[in-house]
């Protein structure tokens, strides 16, 4: 009788689980995700002590920085008077945002005039890049803001540094020699950091980007508009066999682009919000002015 | 069918089978309900641990897909504990694996479902949990998941929370301080119950090997020296340098008194050893390092802490003596 009861209670709970689930409205992608973000977090906790005992300084930070920058702006086509002024913008936008950052180092923005490039990434020592495909993506001043915010927040908070201390020890490179280093492949630092690290990132960038006076929604809008991309974009298997595929190929990106769901986020991003009292300012809207001259005389 | 509900699917479909195979007697049923129940326990490491809850949502999906499948592995180690026959394959039986598959899950759903610092609180609560299941049914299994998430709460204790923390947030250092006092606290509340099962194995011995590997029947050394290590630990890394030594003082006396308080000779001698620390950081750092007042502050407390040590071994002189 017992047994029994038990059974009953036990299928009760499951069913219940069961019909909750399958009435859902979720796009749930079958991945190795889980597995994936639980070892990169713990590959990054592990490494975070001898880290800390091992840092360079800042001016070895920067040099190394400024090489490895230098050398990713000259592989780039030259710029356009639009890209050009783009840019401008978005140096004035970085600026107004990395006054309010802890380490004050000299951060500076650039522009990949790609319109493919849905992505940001910040290099050690100061130097934050955006592609014009994520540009395209946003609809307000502060929605940059945000995006830049978060991309100095893996500057100042080490983390980009810290990538170069693993990547110097796992290729046996030596620190001290800027040119080796160098020689750090530019998918590094776009392939985004730890879990951990985007969530400290995004509380932190949402942080500065208020305190230069842009409005938290931005970040809002932003998140919701990656949320967005990602049901998108996401390609959901429809078979067992495309499930296993999906998880094979999503495994081994995934080990290097361990970013937190936007649902995640966005929910951190409202905490954050409501824990901060962040005071709500309307968006504003970008505006880029540039001229075209013939060169004639 | 919904990518989330097929790891609920096939738990509800391998204990139908684990009935059916129980009820008809056939083994190769119950065989192929364990690999449905294992395929399930898999599952929710690609779908439904990642299924963060979205706008609009009251319940969290990685709760209520996970929680019933972890509810199902216990039900059916249930009804694997009242069997008396013959293993399964050959020497080996499944019974310990599904309540490790049960465990592992509520663990894993803490560990998406909880916030990054407080997992080792949410985990110190599921040790807690464990040990008075071991307690209350007597059954070996949830003392050994106990210790091993002993064993996990300082590796991410120390990793995250000490080493792992913001550089700069300092809500997040004192917030850090507070989650590992809570953890500390939690997995010492279960120190007298440990002392209990010490009573229990002493009068039946463990045999597994596991058991015997991970020291079960003196679990009381885990739960005492896992929240010793963090807080020494937390004091040394986090604490204002010229505080160190005066904590780390605070900490040996509460240790010994402690030790004095449940006669164990190994808590004791952490105290002294902490005391003994105290003394050569004063001697080697403390005396040419601190400022004037915070030397002042850390040679009185403890020079009081010595004495008042002193004074308890004098007055215990008996008790001491036959704990040694």
Redesign the interface.
């Known amino acids: 009788m017992k047994?029994a009861t038990?059974?009953v209670v036990?299928?009760l709970?499951?069913?219940?689980?069961?019909y909750?689930?399958?009435h859902?409205k979720?796009h749930?992608?079958?991945?190795?995700?889980?597995?994936v973000?639980?070892a990169a977090?713990?590959q990054?906790?592990?490494t975070?002590?001898p880290m800390?005992f091992t840092r360079i300084s800042d001016e070895q930070e920067t040099q190394i920085g400024d090489e490895l920058a230098r050398k990713y702006v000259s592989a780039q086509p030259a710029q356009t008077p639009e890209t050009r002024a783009t840019e401008q913008y978005v140096k004035e936008v970085g600026g107004r945002v990395a006054v309010h950052a802890?380490r004050k180092l000299n951060y500076r923005f650039h522009l990949i005039g790609d319109a493919n490039l849905l992505n940001a990434f910040a290099l050690p020592g100061g130097h934050v890049f955006i592609g014009q495909g994520l540009l395209d993506q946003m609809t307000s001043e502060d929605e940059l803001a945000f995006v830049l915010g978060h991309e100095l927040e893996h500057i100042?908070?080490?983390h980009a540094v810290e990538r170069v201390q693993i990547e110097a020890k796992l290729k046996s490179l030596d620190l001290d020699i800027v040119t080796a280093i160098a020689e750090i492949p530019m998918s590094s630092w776009q392939a985004g950091y730890s879990k951990?690290q985007e969530?400290?990132a995004d509380r932190?960038g949402l942080r500065i980007a208020a305190a230069a006076g842009y409005s938290p929604q931005g970040a809002v809008t932003m998140t919701e508009r990656l949320g967005k991309l990602q049901r998108e974009y996401v390609i959901h298997a429809e078979t067992p066999t495309g499930?296993l595929s999906q998880?094979a190929i999503d495994g081994l990106i995934g080990y290097f682009r361990s970013h937190p769901?936007p649902?995640?986020r966005?929910?951190q991003v409202n905490a954050v919000i409501a824990q901060d009292h962040l005071q709500n300012r309307p968006l504003t809207h970008f505006h880029i002015e540039y001229e075209v001259t013939s060169g004639e005389r | 069918?919904?990518?989330?509900?097929v790891a609920?699917?096939l738990?509800?479909f391998g204990?139908v089978l684990f009935?059916l195979g129980t009820w008809w007697q056939q083994k190769q049923i119950r065989l192929q309900a364990y690999t449905a129940l294992t395929a399930a326990f898999a599952r929710?490491?690609?779908?439904n641990?990642?299924?963060?809850?979205?706008?609009g949502?009251t319940?969290s999906?990685r709760i209520?897909?996970a929680?019933?499948?972890a509810?199902?592995l216990f039900?059916v180690w249930?009804?694997l504990q009242s069997d008396k026959s013959t293993p399964e394959i050959g020497r080996w039986s499944p019974r310990d694996l599904i309540a490790y598959f049960g465990t592992v899950c509520i663990a894993?759903v803490l560990?998406?479902e909880t916030s990054?610092e407080w997992i080792v609180v949410a985990w110190a609560a599921l040790a807690l949990l464990l040990v008075i299941a071991t307690w209350a049914l007597d059954k070996e299994v949830f003392l050994q998941q106990a210790v091993l998430l002993s064993v996990g709460i300082v590796g991410?204790g120390?990793?995250?929370n000490i080493?792992?923390g913001?550089?700069?947030?300092s809500d997040g250092w004192r917030g850090n301080f507070a989650v590992l006092s809570i953890t500390s606290a939690i997995l010492l509340t279960a120190l007298p119950i440990t002392f209990r099962l010490r009573k229990r194995y002493t009068e039946h011995p463990i045999e597994s090997f596991l058991g015997c590997a991970l020291g079960l029947k003196r679990t009381e050394q885990w739960f005492f020296f896992a929240p010793a290590a963090l807080i020494t630990i937390i004091i040394a890394v986090k604490m204002n340098p010229e505080m160190v030594t005066l904590s780390w003082g605070i900490e040996g006396v509460v240790v010994i008194l402690l030790g004095l308080l449940v006669s164990q000779r190994s808590y004791r001698i952490t105290g002294l050893f902490l005391l003994l620390l105290c003394v050569g950081k004063i001697v080697c750092l403390d005396a040419w390092r601190l400022s004037d007042t915070n030397r002042y502050i850390t040679f009185i407390a403890l020079g009081g802490s010595l004495t008042l040590v002193s004074w308890l071994y004098s007055k215990y002189r008996e008790t001491v003596r036959r704990l040694l």
Do not use: C
Request: glycine residues 6%; aromatic residues 14%.
């Open positions: 047994h038990g059974l036990v299928l709970v499951a069913g219940g689980a069961f909750l689930a399958q859902s979720r749930d992608a079958v991945n190795a995700n889980a597995v973000d639980m977090d713990w990054r906790d592990v975070r002590a800390q802890k100042d908070h080490y951990d969530f400290e932190e499930e998880v769901l649902s995640e966005l929910a | 069918m919904q990518p989330i509900s609920v699917g738990a509800v204990l009935e929710i490491f690609f779908v641990l990642t299924a963060a809850t979205l706008p949502e319940l999906p209520y897909t929680v019933p499948i509810l199902i039900f249930a009804q894993a560990y998406f990054v991410r120390i990793a995250h080493f792992g913001s550089y700069f947030s």
